[in-house]
């Protein structure tokens, strides 16, 4: 249970800051870098997770749409633990599909990543990352770019609801946002 968010939510504007500064070097520091943004992404989406079920968050961030790139898996082609780095040997990199994703959804995809690869531009800056399930491996894998990660960090980092009203779902038992006020 999350009670005082701001805890959690600072974190990811700290993230969300270092991340669009990233320039990984060669090396140890370098590898030190990469270590990072995993660690960055991952906790900081878990906690975009756990904040998604409170009511520490406005409906609004809640239903955020992020824009990814979809490839389809290959036929006949099985990713496993050893080759899971090997993207392009299971999947259709060549033909990208723009979807639409909640924020609830990457969330679940990176917390619960089978596949995760960091990409990145020549210039060793962060480009975005690829990311699968285990439950999708061999259906397909997603891209996120690093401005779709940065927003969302951002948007829920920066989301403190001043004034909400709720209301008790009568089939569900549940408490329910009835009405946010501006």
């Not at 520091?29 to 991952?42: D, H, I, P, T, W």
């Not at 969330?107 to 990352?129: K, M, P, T, W």
């Amino acid at each position: 249970m999350i009670h005082e968010s701001r805890h959690w939510k600072e974190p990811l504007l700290r993230a969300a800051t270092w991340l669009s500064k990233l320039c990984v070097e060669e090396g140890d520091a370098g590898e030190r870098s990469l270590v990072r943004v995993e660690r960055e992404l991952f906790i900081g989406f878990y906690a975009i997770r756990k904040l998604l079920e409170t009511f520490k968050v406005s409906p609004s961030t809640k239903e955020l749409k992020l824009a990814l790139q979809a490839y389809t898996a290959l036929p006949d082609r099985k990713v496993d633990y050893f080759n899971r780095a090997d993207i392009d040997k299971f999947f259709n990199l060549s033909h990208p599909m723009n979807e639409h994703r909640n924020i609830g959804f990457i969330c679940n995809q990176i917390v619960h990543s089978y596949i995760f690869i960091i990409d990145l531009r020549e210039d060793g800056a962060l480009n975005g990352f690829f990311v699968t399930p285990d439950s999708m491996r061999f259906k397909k894998l997603y891209f996120i770019e690093l401005g779709q990660v940065v927003h969302a960090l951002r948007l829920v980092g920066k989301d403190y609801p001043r004034n909400m009203q709720y209301q008790r779902n009568p089939k569900t038992g549940q408490w329910e946002v009835h009405e946010q006020l501006v």
